[in-house]
Structures are given as structure tokens and as C-alpha cells.
């Protein structure tokens, strides 16, 4: 089924600015020592064994943040949750 | 009072229950009895309930007979047996959410808000359904309590989270039952199992008193395998609710009485870009539904591949935050493939859960901005029909991906900002797939009224599953 295309164009946040340093893909070393330093420091007990799935996780979670981190925003963009007293 | 024999429950919808019940044609007690006969005779196949509540579905069951017999008004659902994913609190049992750890916690005191709002429009609450570990799951497996099974082909899975709540209800052991959706698992699972499920716009159904996961994006909803069944059921759970700060303090907007207004005047467009689905499935479900509803135009959702990103790791970072403490103190307990996704979901920096929750909020403004265009949009739930249980990896196109990661992949965009999708399901051979219909904020009206017209034309339909065995 051939469908017509909504002529609309999506317009990028006007005011944002380009991130400062963009995440860049990070070396499995770096991101095996992320996953080391980050269990020491919040005292997780993690066995030898768990560790390569656990950098595995953060590789993926870091390539999806870092399409985030290269989406210019403008610095007075408010986050999503809101608190209402 | 006719017996419990003389009426095949299992494939009827919950309005034609109560219907049954009110008109005197059977009893609670015998409507109850059948569900219970139905669970003990096919769960051992599809692994649905992790606990039956008996006793107090017969007091239950009880009193509505009784009331009907003094001849009192009955309401909406009386007589109408239903189900809940585990992380719904019932009194008296421990919410287990899935995991081994939470076994060990106190029963809870008092029943989930939807629970006691379902019970009092005179549901009968028959018992808890398994789910993925604390609902971070798309396949419907679970380590603890072994996979629910997709009636429509037991080697196959439900999809996660919320397994057991469509296996029960593909499987006619109850018309209706509540699952959980953060990420698509009321979507995934109603996909993969033929069924009607709505997820409604974030804040409109009360959370109160269910086991969290991501407080940013929990959402709860029915699945049914009618889309007036979803309409009934949802209308007598709407409503405010201090318990839950995330509930809208928005009166009730019935949908059950303008469901037949049929789809005059909507205007239906199609996803396109990141939404084009490569694989035959949902491609025909998609186009198939488009050419029901004469959906003749696409529109790009904006920026949906960095919505989904986006979702994905602030999910990671809320639910590691939630699981903090027990993955100090019983990280053995966990099962491995959801102990290791929370253990990297604790590493990752608050500037970029942060920045992720800020694209949210522009991400909102564009894509609200869409519906003055349109009164709904076309998407696939699952870029698959459902894969079989243990399956690691499927082809989409020219890839092969993770399954467990990817079977949300349309489906998280869209829970992101919270708007209201009714799946509905199209009956393919040999295996079923949804197609979500998308609303604007609080226009499950609207998502409800198009998946019904979608069955009322035979395209959109929950197909009873052969019979199986093992």
C-alpha cells in the first residue's frame, strides 16, 4: 500500500547549543574499568564471573547515552519530571 | 440456576459474563468454580497463575449471589473473574514482582487501588500471574518460576513483562487481567499472544500499591481479548488518586459509551522512519489495519531512535536505584540476566539521566505537535511475531539482534512520553502480531473507539489458539 508522506518538518531545539565534547565511543578497557570502579565505589559485591556481562550492559547503556549526549538542547531546557509542591 | 456446564466461560467476554450473571443465567459461584476448574486443568501448560486466591473469590462470589438474590443493582463487572500481575499488592500474599527476594517480604496489608476499584464494580479477583523479574523483561521468561507459555504455541514465548497476564487471558483462563507497562509489557505481550491491552496515558490509572520499576514510566492497564472488554474494564478503574502522586487529578472520561461512534471524521496516519518495519509480519498487520481505517498518509515521528535511547537508560538508572540496597545484600537471588543489566545501570553518570530526561521534555513538544494533524497514529507493538522461548537473537531485515533488548524497540518511543495505545491484535497464521494505535494524551477514547471499529470490521480480533499439549 503506497501512503502520502505529512509534509511537516521537524524543527531541532532553535536556541540549542552544540554539546561542549560530545561522548565519543569508549575502548572496552576504559569501559571495564568504569564497571570496576564504580562497584568498588558504591560496594556492590560482585563476583569475578558477573563482571564481562556487567561491562557488556554498560557498553550498550553508554551507546545509547552517548545519541542523547550528541543532541543539542538549549541550556534553559527544563527535565521531564516535575515536582509540584 | 443453570450449572456451571451449560456455559463455555472461558471464550466469553467479560460483558457477556456479567451479562450472563445479571440476567440469572449463572451463578458467581458457578462462573468462579469454572475459572478455578479451567486454571487447575490448563495452567500445568501455559504456567500463567503463581497463586490462586480461592478463598476469597468464593466470599466473593458469594456475596454477589446473594446481593443479586435481594435483588440489589449490580455493577458494571459482577461476576466477571480476573487476574493480576504479580506486582500488584493482594492482601495477605507477598508481592513477589517476579524475583525470589521479595518472597520473603511481609504480605501486603491491603489490596492494589485498581484491585479494590475492579472489586467493587463486582470483578471477582481469582489469583496473581507470573512476569518477568521485576518487570526488566520482554520475553516473558523468568529463572524462579519458569516461563509462562504462549497458548498460541507452547515453545514460544508470551513477551515480558507482564507473561502471565496474556498467557492466562490468551488461554481462556480468565477474560481480563492487569499488567504493567514501562517500556511495552502490556504491548509486547499483547502482541505476541493475539490480544487487546491498553496502555493508558501516564498518570491516568493509579499505581498505587504495585511493585515499582521506573517510576518515570510505570504505567498500568488491562488486557482483554475484546476492545470493549479493555473499555469496560478501564472505565471502572479511571479516577484520582491521592495514594499515587503520578495519578491525574482528572475526573473519569468513560470510553465504553462512545465506542460504537465507529471511526467518522479521525483522522489515522501511519509511522514512518524509524517505525517502517522491514520484516513481513508487521508489515502486513500494519498495512492491513491502514487500509481498514483508509489511512492513506504517513508521518515521521520525530527523533524516535534518540526517544528510545533515552528511555532505555533512565530506565536502567531508576530501576538501579530502586534495587540498590538488595544488590548489596542478595545479589545471588537476583537472576543473573536481570542483576547484571542493574548492576551497569548503577554506573551510569546522573548527567546523561539527566540530559535524557531534558530531551524528554522537547521530545514531548514535538510529537504532541503532531496530533493537530492526526487523531492517531499507526505503529508495530513487536518487530516479530513471538520467538521461541530461549531464542537469544532474531533477523530484522538485514540485522540480527538481541531479542531481550529488542523486542520494545516500537513500543518505547512511545511509553517515553506517555501517551495512550491501544494494540490491537490481527490474527495471522500460524502465529498472531499487534499493531499499536496511538493517541493523543488522554484519548484512550479515541485508541479504544478505532481498535473497536477494527473489530467490528473482522481485521482486529483475538483469535482462540488450538488446542495444545506438551
Same mark, same amino acid.
Given at each position: 500500500m503506497t501512503r502520502k508522506p505529512l509534509s511537516r518538518k521537524t524543527k531541532s531545539a532553535r536556541r540549542a547549543r552544540p554539546p561542549a565534547q560530545p561522548l565519543r565511543s569508549r575502548k572496552p578497557n576504559d569501559v571495564s574499568a568504569l564497571a570496576a570502579a564504580g562497584v568498588k565505589a558504591l560496594a556492590l559485591p560482585v563476583e569475578p564471573a558477573w563482571h564481562a556481562t556487567i561491562v557488556c550492559n554498560l557498553q550498550l547503556l553508554l551507546k545509547h547515552a552517548a545519541l542523547i549526549d550528541g543532541f543539542a538542547l538549549p541550556d534553559e531546557s527544563e527535565p521531564a519530571p516535575v515536582f509540584r509542591a | 440456576m443453570l450449572e456451571t456446564t451449560a456455559f463455555d466461560f472461558a471464550w466469553m467476554t467479560a460483558g457477556d459474563i456479567a451479562a450472563a450473571f445479571a440476567s440469572g443465567r449463572a451463578s458467581a459461584a458457578s462462573i468462579v468454580e469454572a475459572a478455578f476448574a479451567r486454571i487447575r486443568a490448563r495452567d500445568p501448560l501455559i504456567n500463567s497463575f503463581t497463586a490462586l486466591t480461592e478463598e476469597r473469590a468464593r466470599l466473593r462470589a458469594r456475596a454477589l449471589d446473594d446481593a443479586r438474590a435481594r435483588g440489589e443493582p449490580l455493577p458494571p463487572l459482577a461476576g466477571v473473574p480476573f487476574a493480576v500481575k504479580n506486582l500488584f499488592d493482594i492482601a495477605g500474599l507477598p508481592t513477589v514482582a517476579g524475583s525470589k527476594i521479595n518472597r520473603d517480604f511481609p504480605p501486603a496489608a491491603r489490596d492494589a487501588t485498581l484491585i479494590e476499584r475492579l472489586e467493587a464494580a463486582g470483578a471477582i479477583l481469582v489469583g496473581a500471574l507470573n512476569m518477568g523479574e521485576y518487570a526488566y523483561d520482554f520475553t516473558g521468561e523468568n529463572v524462579h518460576d519458569g516461563p509462562a507459555r504462549n497458548p498460541h504455541d507452547l515453545a514460544r514465548m508470551t513477551g515480558g513483562s507482564s507473561s502471565g497476564s496474556a498467557a492466562a487471558v490468551a488461554g481462556g483462563l480468565v477474560p481480563f487481567a492487569l499488567g504493567s507497562d514501562t517500556n511495552g509489557s502490556i504491548r509486547v505481550p499483547s502482541s505476541l499472544c493475539g490480544l487487546f491491552g491498553l496502555k493508558p496515558t501516564y498518570g491516568r490509572l493509579s499505581r498505587a500499591r504495585t511493585f515499582p520499576f521506573s517510576a518515570s514510566f510505570d504505567h498500568v492497564g488491562p488486557l482483554a481479548r475484546s476492545a470493549r472488554d479493555l473499555a469496560i474494564t478501564y472505565d471502572a478503574m479511571q479516577g484520582d488518586d /491521592? #495514594? #499515587? /502522586?503520578?495519578?491525574?487529578?482528572r475526573n473519569a472520561e468513560a470510553a465504553t459509551p462512545v465506542l460504537d461512534r465507529g471511526l467518522d471524521g479521525l483522522r489515522v496516519a501511519v509511522a514512518s522512519g524509524y517505525f517502517k518495519c522491514r520484516a513481513a509480519e508487521p508489515v502486513y498487520a500494519i498495512d492491513r489495519i491502514a487500509a481498514a481505517l483508509g489511512a492513506n498518509r504517513d508521518i515521521e515521528i520525530p527523533e524516535a531512535e534518540r526517544a528510545r535511547s533515552a528511555a532505555y537508560i533512565i530506565t536502567a538508572s531508576e530501576a538501579a536505584s530502586l534495587h540498590l540496597g538488595r544488590l548489596r545484600t542478595r545479589a545471588k537471588d537476583f537472576d543473573p540476566a536481570t542483576r547484571d543489566r542493574l548492576i551497569a545501570g548503577a554506573m551510569l553518570p546522573a548527567s546523561l539521566v539527566t540530559k535524557a530526561q531534558k530531551f524528554r521534555r522537547w521530545y514531548q513538544r514535538e510529537v504532541l505537535k503532531l496530533f493537530s494533524e492526526v487523531d492517531a497514529i499507526l505503529a508495530p507493538a513487536t518487530p516479530c511475531p513471538a520467538p521461541l522461548i530461549g531464542q537469544q537473537m532474531f533477523k530484522l531485515g538485514d540485522s540480527e539482534l538481541p531479542v531481550r533488548a529488542n523486542l520494545g524497540i516500537y513500543t518505547q518511543p512511545i511509553s517515553f512520553i506517555g501517551l495512550p495505545v491501544v494494540v490491537a491484535p490481527v490474527p495471522l497464521s500460524p502465529l498472531p502480531i499487534g499493531v499499536q494505535i496511538i493517541c493523543a494524551p488522554w484519548r484512550e477514547d479515541v485508541a479504544l473507539r478505532i481498535a473497536h471499529a477494527l473489530e467490528q470490521q473482522g481485521v482486529a480480533a483475538a483469535q482462540r489458539p488450538p488446542v495444545q499439549q506438551r
Open positions: - | /491521592p #495514594d #499515587d /502522586p503520578v495519578c491525574a487529578e
